[in-house]
């Protein structure tokens, strides 16, 4: 922990004991886990520590902190350092304990519910540092205050003995390791590069605060753990370029607005590109909306109408004999939206949509005012704008004839669907799962291995168009895209918005993208993925996109017969089945394609629900994953080059 910084002048409001407020205990976060932090898989492990991390970016958002250090230990422990106030240590007058020990121990008990200790704070949930308290087999606590060292430790929530001071210090902040409880958790294996790309995305949300991700665990190539430091000057501005990096920019300058209203803080980046899709990411005090909510409508009113107008009165519509709509102005518009909210108020399927009313009006005055201003102030920036929206416009009313072939009887057969969907007798989605597959060879296995109750079958020919790169009305005359709407019920698109799902309609809950064990089935799946992530997000964010994980290995010896996904497992099971260390007799043979494997093999393996191995698609991070699609599928190569070395080691690399 460095030294403190200087005192400011809203430092002087108290930070003691009586800024905790207590509402409830911690009873029940071992027994229900998921209703606190979502999920006890590797979901739910890395929200542990933005919990922790919470704390000190609230620090840092009220302007007491500068620096946060993450430190995975050798041990598979974490360690999150700040340069903040320190955790009050003085006995709590209503709890008659440290107010350590209470925000440590109490659920929902800390300064974020005292208005006056934070204006604004950033944990989504509020559950707190003493959730991950509850679901850790030992965490310990250090502060730094006043010139005093205290200390507490704790088992599975329980403090092994009372706060106590352990020296003096010339020094501030909090230090806090934990040990994610084995017994609660799937995996307890800390992802670095999900962590780092958390330090990245509050690095430019909150810009002058260093952030820095240590991993003990491994080491570069001078013996040195490795190490990442972010740093950022130009906040939003640097994250719209980092996300953009790999696209071709239609202005100069990333534009950038900042503003306040009703008390609300408003910061704006955006930039257009090259490409065909829209990437707005939205913030309420640090927390990633990616359901919207009215701070993203806000902006978007406002984008259209100030554009919009300024199109009109530049004369630059009068040859256009079709109506612009809302798409057209977020057409390759990236663009990252922050707000800071006093008292957020989330809803939605992931909890992460703002419900705050007031918030809208005042994002879409700020933007308006501010964009109206640049616009005036810019004017080839703001005619390269308005000519990319006429583009978008004219490309939409293409696409619009090109969508409504996808209902068309004349693709489809007298059922309705697709003549080559080998259909469930199962009506209830909720128990349908539909098998994208690659191939007609790879098809006719699957037919014939499913269990023709609840599994549906859709084989597709060859790679789908990779839809990053084309025009969103090549992309709806695409067949086999067009046979996927067909297959699963939707349809897309309304004059309010062409990229609207019919989500009501699905008739499969579980659509599971299997393809080859090859590069050529990881392209077709990477394809598939790109797609559903720009025209069915929707199907992600709900749980319903898996990718079957078929076997890489047969290992036989004698009548036995075993199963291996990955290398380790192959050399285990060779390792097993080898006498006095001999491996004569054993054949192993390695699968390249699902059509080497026999239906039967293809059920046991793939397909069984009882003994698969599927893997659920999810956003851990939403600016992340929208970057990485960009950069996988987009058209700069030096980029995707890099990615790929970088990765290597995690590839399925064909010999």
């Known amino acids: 922990m460095k030294a403190p910084l200087k005192p400011t002048e809203i430092e002087k409001i108290n930070y003691d004991a009586a800024s905790i407020q207590v509402l409830e205990g911690l009873e029940a976060v071992r027994k229900r886990p998921a209703m606190y932090i979502g999920d006890v898989s590797s979901k739910g492990l890395h929200h542990l520590v933005y919990e922790v991390l919470d704390n000190s970016i609230d620090e840092a958002m009220g302007g007491y902190c500068d620096q946060i250090d993450v430190i995975i230990n050798e041990d598979g422990s974490v360690t999150v350092v700040d340069n903040g106030r320190g955790i009050p240590v003085d006995i709590h007058e209503k709890e008659g304990r440290s107010a350590l020990e209470v925000v440590m121990t109490v659920l929902h008990a800390g300064g974020k519910f005292n208005k006056d200790t934070y204006k604004v704070s950033g944990g ?79 690095s430019f949300l909150n810009k002058g605060v260093k952030l820095s991700l240590t991993d003990m665990r491994q080491r570069d190539e001078n013996g040195q753990p490795v190490k990442d430091v972010y740093f950022s000057e130009k906040g939003l501005v640097e994250f719209v370029e980092y996300l953009d990096d790999t ?98 108020q989330f809803e939605g399927q992931t909890k992460t949509k703002l419900g705050n009313s007031e918030v809208s009006g005042a994002v879409d005055q700020s933007v308006s005012e501010m964009l109206t201003n640049y616009l005036e102030e810019n004017p080839r920036d703001a005619k390269t704008i308005v000519n990319k929206v006429i583009l978008a416009a004219t490309a939409r009313h293409a696409a619009r ?60 020919r060859g790679k789908i168009l990779n839809v990053e790169k084309a025009m969103p009305h090549k992309i709806f005359d695409n067949e086999e895209i067009k046979t996927i709407f067909t297959a699963l019920g939707l349809s897309i698109g309304t004059d ?39 025209y069915m997000r929707e199907m992600i964010e709900l749980g319903y996109i898996y990718i079957a994980t078929p076997p890489f290995y047969l290992i036989k010896k004698g009548k036995e017969e075993r199963y291996a996904w990955t290398e380790e497992e192959r050399k285990q099971i060779v390792a097993e089945l080898s006498k006095n260390g001999k491996e004569s007799g054993i054949h192993i043979q390695r699968y390249k394609g699902l059509g080497e494997m026999n239906a039967e093999q293809l059920w046991e393996t793939t397909m069984k629900p009882e003994f698969r191995k599927l893997r659920q698609v999810d956003i851990e991070n939403a600016a992340e994953a929208n970057r990485t699609f960009s950069m996988l599928m987009g058209d700069e190569v030096p980029p995707r080059r890099e990615f790929i070395e970088k990765n290597a080691k995690y590839a399925n690399i064909d010999a």
């Open 401 to 460: 004839k090109a969508r409504e072939l996808v209902q068309r009887k004349n693709v489809l057969t007298n059922t309705g669907l697709p003549g080559k969907l080998s259909d469930c007798s199962e009506n209830d989605p909720a128990k349908c799962e539909i098998f994208l597959v690659e191939g007609d060879s790879a098809g006719g296995t699957a037919k014939q291995g499913r269990d023709r109750r609840f599994q549906a079958i859709l084989p597709l």
């Open 496 to 534: 309010d918005d062409s990229k609207a799902l019919n989500i009501e309609k699905l008739r499969y809950h579980k659509v599971i993208i299997m393809t080859d064990a090859d590069v050529d089935g990881s392209h077709i799946a990477t394809l598939l993925l790109t797609f559903f992530f720009r």
């Open 247 to 344: 696209r071709e920019k239609l202005i100069e300058n990333t534009i950038f607005m900042y503003s306040e209203k009703s008390g609300i803080p408003v910061e704006v980046a955006m930039q257009y590109n090259a490409s065909f899709t829209e990437n707005v990411q939205a913030y309420v005090n640090n927390i990633n909306t990616i359901e919207g909510g009215t701070h993203l409508a806000g902006f978007r009113r406002a984008l259209t109408r100030t554009l919009k107008n300024y199109a009109e009165k530049s004369g630059m519509l009068s040859k256009l004999k079709f109506e612009i709509n809302g798409d057209d102005f977020r057409e390759g518009l990236t663009a990252v939206i922050s707000v800071k909210v006093a008292e957020p």
């Open 124 to 202: 989504l949930h509020g559950v707190g540092v003493s959730c991950v308290n509850a679901l850790s087999s030992h965490m310990k606590v250090e502060v730094h205050r006043n010139n005093s060292i205290h200390v507490q430790e704790y088992r599975k929530g329980v403090p092994l003995y009372p706060v106590k001071e352990t020296g003096t210090t010339d020094i501030r902040g909090t230090k806090v390791t934990f040990t994610p409880d084995g017994g609660i958790f799937q995996l307890t294996d800390f992802n670095y590069e999900i962590l780092t790309n958390r330090l990245r995305e509050l």
